[in-house]
Structures are given as structure tokens and as C-alpha cells.
């Protein structure tokens, strides 16, 4: 057996209500009325809460049809409400459902009060899936927003970690190799030519391996970041950028020195780095020029170059994690990125607020 359905009823004339009750259990609809007729029972039964559904005489002595509907949006706008009238002109009719009545029903056509309850539930019951739905979904969206925070700063921390490893292990291997090496090379008699030429060589591969320590360790997570700051990573950046790919990179600071954290200036690196590799995959540029400032109280930075300009369309590409990943570290400090691609080439601005912090 299906719930009985709780209507609250605003109606002065007894017989009025018998019809409505009628009317509604015609078409089969159970339902457990509360009968109210005037301001004060109708506001403290809507206090003490419960319905499904209100219905609602347009006149009566003392108070109105219209009186009851505002209250009754102001505070329980989920509450679907019918007014039954004995005379409504057109107009009026209009007026009420602009004013959020879900619906009207003339008493001498009572028979389409059963339909019109049944419609106005099925729809506050949609209504509500919906809304479910949409909270459901922000807090998936939230959830995942922190999931991503969190994985950016494990991956950091896991950066930071293996190139220490990387550098004080193998770099140390390497460079005591390298001493020995010498030593022996320095206790080879001078005339034994083709060992003292194998010795130089194996010396000159060892230099070589310290160098691709050095640069593996570089590149999984810049010393330079750590202890001089942003600016002077972002220059190095720039200048293995440039040597790399013969694309011209400028980075200039305004002020020189701006002092920023280490989490957003690791962010501001990250996104340096994707910018960069996205100007080697797809812009065809001959230059890029990357700008660090401040100002009230948030950090700006801009990242042009003058290649090909990026289409929306290939701003939302599906499986392009790049731009995603960039608005995703921006969003962690409620900060904001924006494309332009005016005029020529591309234009990455970031705007990160200097005060609040990480989730
Ligand atoms: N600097 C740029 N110049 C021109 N097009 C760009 C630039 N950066 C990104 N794009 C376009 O935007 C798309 C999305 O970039 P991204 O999210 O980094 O993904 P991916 O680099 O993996 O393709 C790229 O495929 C490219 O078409
Ligand atoms: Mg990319």
C-alpha cells in the first residue's frame, strides 16, 4: 500500500472540503488532509512540517490565498502549492503562478484536481532527483579536485625524493669512480700509450655520466627552485629551453624579486615547464616571453609566444591533460588561467592569489 500523501488544506467552508477530499479520493489518491482556516493554523502547521503538497482557497475571511503562497515560498519553496478557487479570473490565475503557485483548479472542475496533484508531485519528486543529482556531482567534482591537489604534491614530494637519491648515491659512486680513475691513470707508466688513451677515455665517460646525473636530477626537480627561488629557476628553464630548441625564451620580474612560497613556486614551475613543451609540440613559434609579477596581492604570470594561437576547440580536446593540469594547479588557490589568442601566437595568463592556502 502506497503512503498516504500529506496535504495541508487552507479552506474556511466545510463543504468545500468534503468536495476536494471527494474529488481526490475519485481518483484514487490517499490522502491524509489537515484542514486549516485561517493565518495562524495554517503558518504553525507549516512549522511543524510534513507535507507533500498544500492546497489553498483564494479567498477567505481574514487572510488570502495569496497571503499563504508567499509565505509558503519564502520558507518551503519545495512544497508544491494548488490554489482552489470558486472564481479565478484568467488573469489572476496568470498572476498566482508567477508568484510560484504550482497550479490552479476552479472548484466547479474539481475533476482536475486529482491530475493536477499527482503532476505537481511526480515534478517536486523530479526536482529534487535532480538537485540530488547535482550535489552528488559537485561533491564527486570536489572530491576528485582534491584527489588531483593531493596527487600533484605526492608526485612532487616522489620528485624530490628519487633526485636526492639519484644525487647523493649515484653522484657519489660516480664521482669517487672518478678520482680513483685518476689515481690510477696518474700510476700508468707514460709509456704505456694505449692505457693512458683507454684510462682518459673511461675518465671522459665518467664526466659525462656526472653531467646526465646532474641533468636527470635537474629535471625531475630544479635545486635551483629549492634554494634560490623562482626566479632564478625559471631563468635556468628558460636558457635550456632556448639551447635546447634554438627558440628564443625571455623571462623578466617585476619586481626583481618577489618572494613567493615554495608550493606556489613549484605550481608556477610546473606550468612554465607544460607551457614550454606545448610551444615545442605545437606552436611553431621563434619566440616566447614569460612574465612574473604582482599585483594586489596576487601573483600574475603570462607566458606568450608568437607561434600558430591555439583554437577552442583545441583548448578542449579530450585526453589533452596539459591546459587541464594548468587550470587544475590554478584552481587550488582559487586563482584564475585564461588563453588569449589574439593577434598572433599564444598567450597563458595566470592570476594567483597570494594569501590563502593550499586545501
Ligand atoms: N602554445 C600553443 N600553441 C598552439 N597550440 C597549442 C599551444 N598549446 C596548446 N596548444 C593546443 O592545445 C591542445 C591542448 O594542449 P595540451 O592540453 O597541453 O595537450 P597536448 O599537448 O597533450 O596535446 C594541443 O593539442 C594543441 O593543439
Ligand atoms: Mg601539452
Known sequence: MTAAIKILHLEDDPCDAELVKSALSEDGIVADIHLVNSRDSFINSLEKGGYDIILSDYSLPGFDGLSALNIATAQYSDIPFIFISGKMGEELAIDTLKSGATDYVLKNSLSRL???????????????????????????????????????????????????????????????????????????????????????????????????????????????????????????????????????????FSPDSLDIDIDRATALFRIFQEALTNVIKHAEATTVTARLSERDNSIIFEIADNGIGISEENMRKANSFGLLGMRERVRMWDGQLSIGNEGTGTTISILIPRDNKIP
Request: hydrophobic residues 35%.
Open 114 to 252: 486529482g491530475p493536477s496533484v499527482k503532476r505537481a508531485l511526480k515534478e517536486t519528486c523530479e526536482r529534487q532527483e535532480r538537485r540530488r543529482a547535482v550535489e552528488e556531482l559537485e561533491i564527486s567534482h570536489e572530491e576528485l579536485r582534491n584527489l588531483a591537489a593531493h596527487l600533484q604534491s605526492v608526485r612532487e614530494e616522489e620528485r624530490l625524493k628519487i633526485a636526492r637519491e639519484i644525487h647523493d648515491e649515484l653522484g657519489q659512486i660516480l664521482t669517487a669512480l672518478k678520482l680513483d680513475l685518476n689515481y690510477v691513470q696518474g700510476k700508468l707508466p707514460a709509456d704505456q700509450q694505449v692505457l693512458q688513451e683507454k684510462m682518459q677515455s673511461d675518465i671522459a665517460l665518467v664526466d659525462e655520466y656526472i653531467q646526465s646525473v646532474k641533468r636527470i636530477c635537474n629535471e625531475l626537480r630544479p635545486g635551483l627552485l629549492d634554494h634560490l627561488g623562482i626566479e632564478a629557476a625559471l631563468e635556468w628553464q628558460a636558457e635550456e629551453f632556448q639551447r635546447r630548441t634554438g627558440i628564443k625564451c625571455r623571462v623578466s
